[in-house]
């Protein structure tokens, strides 16, 4: 955040420097990888992601939002709405303007927009939005299951695994592949 604004303050002529949103945004699918890799190397997914960054929302963000949203629908959440269904709204807001369903194309015709938007560089800087926002509302989800739970502990350790079997083995497949120095 800290070189975004330092960046939006500076006057760059950011005009001439605008991507094609459309084309450099994530896949829908990269949002929902379970254990991405440090190559991009998702030869078991299929040739669409392939190569590319690993970028994604997250299965402990994924689970307990859509714990929350399922409280909302049958009706158990019993604590605040508002601002957890604000959170997710925002959340799933912000994830889809870092994929290519977003309407970028229609969205950089209108010149107020397109000055704004081309400070960003890379639709795929929403996710940190995205997962801000995604945050609160998966906390909302863990209260939710938690008062739903005999094993209170349970909902932590499930939280616990969620975060740290895929990030364990993101870092597993980084620390066996090559190292690439740069010589300038």
Do not use: N
């Not at 859509?66 to 601002?83: H, I, Q, S």
Request: glycine share 8%; aromatic share 16%.
């Amino acid at each position: 955040v800290v070189p975004f604004l330092q960046m939006f303050r500076e006057d760059l002529r950011t005009g001439s420097m605008r991507l094609q949103f459309e084309k450099i945004a994530l896949s829908f699918l990269q949002l929902f990888q379970v254990f991405p890799l440090s190559r991009g190397d998702t030869s078991f997914v299929g040739e669409s992601l392939s190569g590319k960054m690993p970028l994604c929302i997250g299965i402990a963000l994924l689970f307990f939002s859509a714990c929350f949203l399922y409280g909302l629908a049958v009706g158990t959440y019993g604590r605040e709405k508002k601002m957890p269904a604000l959170c997710l709204g925002l959340g799933i807001l912000f994830a889809l303007m870092a994929t290519q369903w977003f309407p970028w194309s229609a969205l950089f015709r209108i010149p107020v927009l397109a000055d704004f938007f081309s400070f960003f560089q890379f639709p795929w800087r929403f996710l940190t939005c995205a997962t801000v926002f995604l945050t609160f509302c998966a906390g909302a989800g863990a209260c939710w299951l938690r008062d739903r739970s005999d094993h209170p502990k349970g909902i932590l350790l499930a939280a616990l695994l969620f975060t740290l079997l895929p990030a364990g083995s993101y870092m597993d497949d980084l620390s066996r592949g090559e190292i690439f120095l740069m010589k300038e």
